[in-house]
């Protein structure tokens, strides 16, 4: 298994939880959505670096495409086993109350994290398998749809009718109403559930996605149902991970259906914006990666055949492998407009240039060296204008990234500098010449964006500060003042070009002075800097 | 958490919250007069083998005022030189230090700043006090060896003050002070909150002394002119039986020329001038037993002291 840099997942997902009205939705048909996604698994696991990103993107797929309106989904980040029983319990009502009103009723329940022992892991708390699949088993809706990525989730699916099959099959030509239940794991019993950079999220959920997004629309008839999903999904799944370290990874599924039609998760008709594979494209796997750096979907494309796919309007960059190079570019998808990818757009590009593997460099220990300057000033008036007035500094710093864990940042950092100043004591100005030497340790917690080409961080500092300050009037001796300073650090790091970047930041520092009297002062830092990856 | 990790954490909490950077600090620093500051400043710095009498007899009346007032302000210097000791309040001491010429001995400064409504902005008060001790004896306490005061006026170090050299009281408590020969107390007081300054020093001398003590008054003007009035009290006046106290007026101009009158004040009987110019070289000399008389009077630059 590979672990990439741990990634907010894209904020811009909620921009679209207003365009939801699908075919599926208007009908008396109505769905409903449990997506729950958790890194941390408690005690004896390593936290995931996409569990918690896969759940808001597939999250933002039923939304955008799969005709649940926001308001029937509950989509739990990082909460435990109580709060998702709790959301369960919550759509459970809501479920009843729509089938009182004649409405036909969907259930789906995503999960994305770890399992261990016939358990969720949803971070300290737990949830077994078993009851779990009673719970659905027992609901209300009339189509239960559970789909599971985590380690050894086939368990789930044993019993009556689990496959460990490429595809299944619902006849769709029946006309009696669908009711039952289907789970989907991405995993066997005995199997882990693998993530991978490259793919910028889990195998299993990444394919899922990127299949419901179009490219497992193998019919071509513009929606893609479960089995169409769960067939792209297996195959690519099993496909890439067959040579991994931890060896094929094979999806299950197990299905109690009554009923011949197939579900039909995504419906592509339901959505203006998209990008289009022409068939004169070469043949391939494109991949395009949103403004956030991750993969918003991957498109199979076989030779003399076109490709679409649902995408929301945004910028992308687009990356297809060749054996020797990579050929990358970017696209638009404008506002209720399908795209066509034009290969004539796409250049030549080393692999060092993958605008994904950037996501693999920042998992493990990175150290970078940066130079800039600073401005500092207190906030309080009288104490700038007459104790320490603003001062520039020339700072360095020395900033370790996944050192405790992933997405962590520690940082030290020295400074220096001086400036002018005066006070005025018995009517009398005094000048001085006011300098300042601080070092500093940082810890903060960063969200890479754009593939790690812009991060912002966020955290805590302890700065020692040795102030003093030497007045022209040399009969007055020279003053000085030292002491310890905790504050906030916020900045941002935007990658440049090679292993060159820019840094800003701002710091907010609680300072008390102790030397007439004590007095709590507080200043403000900011800075700007070019940093090095070393 | 190892030996050297205490160490460390140790030495970074001894260096944090600490520090001698203060305003406030400097309102007590620029209470005391600096060296210099209250000297009387004649224009010429020599003395030629042909300078006029009372020229040289003031220049070295200056010289000894100066003196005298580098006495007391040289034992302040630590205030100026040093940050305090401690701070209590609108209290600063520095000290105790030993006292490195007089082993066994300590000394401190005290100096108290007391809101005075009647003091011009920013209308406070300073005292201060340099006190010693015998600390080779347990139970010793500190006593005065100079007191003074100083109120704030047209900016730093500028304003009016006293300041009081206690050396009999020292020397009744055993401190060591034959550097200050036969001197009992030597009271000063002036103001430099703008011109003229003025400077008041009155010496008073043991019981033993030839000399009871004297009296100094300086004035200084902007343009470079100044003043000083002298008068010294003594047991007898060689050549002039009964004769206890003279006193001089001695006057002089940004320029260097000056006048220097004596007089006996019992009275307030002319006993000599002296006129010089800028070469400090006699113009008009007129004693009252007639000796060496030469000059007139119009080529002075003053006239007769009221």
Redesign the interface.
């Known amino acids: 298994m590979s672990f990439a840099g741990r990634h907010l997942t894209r904020a811009g997902a909620a921009l679209f939880l207003a365009l939801l009205v699908t075919p599926a939705a208007a009908s008396t048909q109505r769905r409903f959505a449990l997506v729950a996604g958790n890194d941390t698994g408690g005690p004896d696991t390593r936290p995931l670096v996409f569990a918690a990103q896969d759940a808001r993107r597939f999250h933002a797929v039923l939304t955008e495409l799969g005709g649940v309106a926001p308001a029937d989904t509950e989509l739990l980040i990082n909460q435990n086993a109580d709060q998702l029983l709790h959301s369960l319990d919550s759509l459970e009502s809501r479920i009843a109350e729509a089938q009182r009103r004649g409405q036909s009723t969907i259930l789906i329940v995503y999960y994305s994290g770890h399992a261990k022992d016939g358990e969720l892991r949803l971070g300290d708390s737990r949830l077994s398998f078993a009851a779990l699949k009673s719970r659905l088993a027992a609901a209300a809706a009339d189509i239960r749809v559970g789909i599971f990525d985590s380690c050894h989730s086939g368990m789930i699916t044993r019993g009556k009718g689990a496959r460990r099959a490429p595809a299944f099959e619902i006849e769709a030509t029946g006309s009696q109403e669908t009711r039952g239940l289907v789970l989907l794991s991405s995993a066997s019993a005995d199997e882990e559930a693998q993530e991978s950079d490259e793919v910028g999220g889990s195998y299993f959920s990444q394919y899922l996605v990127s299949g419901l997004r179009g490219d497992a629309d193998l019919s071509r008839d513009r929606r893609v149902t479960l089995s169409e999903a769960y067939a792209y999904a297996y195959a690519r799944t099993v496909a890439d991970t067959a040579e991994s370290a931890a060896g094929a990874q094979h999806p299950t599924f197990s299905f109690d259906l009554k009923g011949n039609a197939d579900l039909v998760l995504t419906d592509l008709t339901s959505r203006r914006e998209g990008l289009y594979v022409p068939a004169s494209a070469p043949a391939g796997t494109y991949y395009f990666i949103d403004a956030s750096g991750s993969i918003a979907a991957e498109v199979v494309k076989p030779a003399d055949a076109d490709r679409q796919i649902a995408l929301p309007a945004g910028r992308y960059r687009v990356r297809r492998r060749l054996a020797d190079r990579l050929r990358i570019g970017e696209i638009r998808v404008a506002e209720g407009q399908v795209q066509t990818l034009d290969e004539s757009s796409l250049r030549d590009a080393p692999f060092a240039d993958d605008p994904v593997k950037g996501r693999s460099r920042e998992a493990g220990v990175a150290v970078n060296l940066s130079v800039g300057a600073t401005v500092q000033a207190f906030f309080d008036a009288p104490t700038r204008d007459g104790l320490f007035p603003p001062a520039g500094l020339l700072s360095a710093e020395v900033q370790v990234r996944n050192f405790f864990r992933r997405s962590w940042l520690m940082a030290f950092d020295v400074a220096a500098g001086s400036a002018n100043g005066q006070v005025t004591r018995l009517d009398t100005p005094l000048p001085f010449r006011f300098s300042e030497f601080t070092g500093g340790l940082s810890l903060a917690t960063e969200w890479p964006l754009w593939n790690g080409r812009l991060v912002p961080y966020t955290g805590l500092r302890l700065a020692y500060l040795l102030l003093s300050r030497k007045f022209e009037d040399r009969t007055i001796p020279d003053q000085f003042f030292s002491t310890f300073s905790p504050g906030l650090v916020a900045g941002l790091r935007c990658q440049l070009w090679g292993g060159f970047g820019a840094q800003a930041r701002a710091r907010a520092h609680y300072l008390l002075y102790n030397v007439d009297q004590n007095r709590s002062l507080g200043y403000w830092e900011l800075s700007a800097g070019l940093s090095y990856d070393l | 958490m190892t030996c050297k990790t205490v160490k460390a954490l140790v030495l970074?909490a001894a260096?944090?919250?600490?520090?001698?950077?203060?305003?406030?600090?400097?309102?007590f620093?620029?209470?005391l007069p600096?060296d210099g500051e209250l000297d009387a400043k004649l224009p010429q710095a020599l003395t030629l083998d042909n300078s006029a009498e009372y020229y040289t007899q003031t220049r070295k009346v200056v010289t000894t005022f100066n003196g005298c007032a580098a006495a007391l302000t040289n034992l302040v210097d630590h205030v100026?030189?040093?940050?305090p000791t401690s701070?209590n309040g609108a209290e600063r001491t520095w000290g105790p230090f030993s006292d490195d010429k007089h082993p066994g001995w300590q000394m401190r400064v005290v100096m108290v700043r007391s809101a005075d409504p009647a003091a011009p902005?920013?209308g406070f008060v300073i005292a201060y006090r340099f006190q010693i001790r015998n600390a080779s004896q347990s139970g010793s306490a500190f006593f005065d060896f100079l007191t003074g005061s100083y109120t704030?006026s047209?900016?730093?170090r500028?304003g009016q003050g006293d300041m009081h050299l206690l050396v009999q009281d020292a020397r009744v408590a055993g401190y060591p002070v034959a550097d200050f020969g036969d001197l009992a107390k030597l009271d000063l007081n002036y103001d430099t909150s703008g011109y003229p300054i003025t400077v008041e020093m009155t010496i008073a001398n043991v019981a033993t002394a030839d000399s009871p003590g004297a009296t100094y008054g300086y004035t200084e003007s902007a343009d470079g002119s100044g003043a000083l009035v002298f008068d010294w009290s003594t047991k007898a006046v060689p050549g002039a039986p009964g004769v206890t106290d003279i006193a001089f007026t001695s006057r002089w101009l940004g320029s260097g020329a000056g006048r220097a009158d004596a007089y006996l004040p019992t009275g307030n009987v002319a006993v000599g001038t002296d006129c010089w110019g800028p070469d400090t070289v006699a113009d008009y000399v007129w004693r009252w037993d007639g000796q060496g008389n030469t000059g007139s009077p119009d080529l002075c630059a003053f006239g007769a002291p009221n």
């Open positions: 970074l260096v944090a919250g600490c520090g001698n950077y203060s305003n406030e600090d400097l309102d620093q620029l209470a600096e100026r030189s040093y940050p701070r902005a920013p704030s047209g900016g730093a500028r």
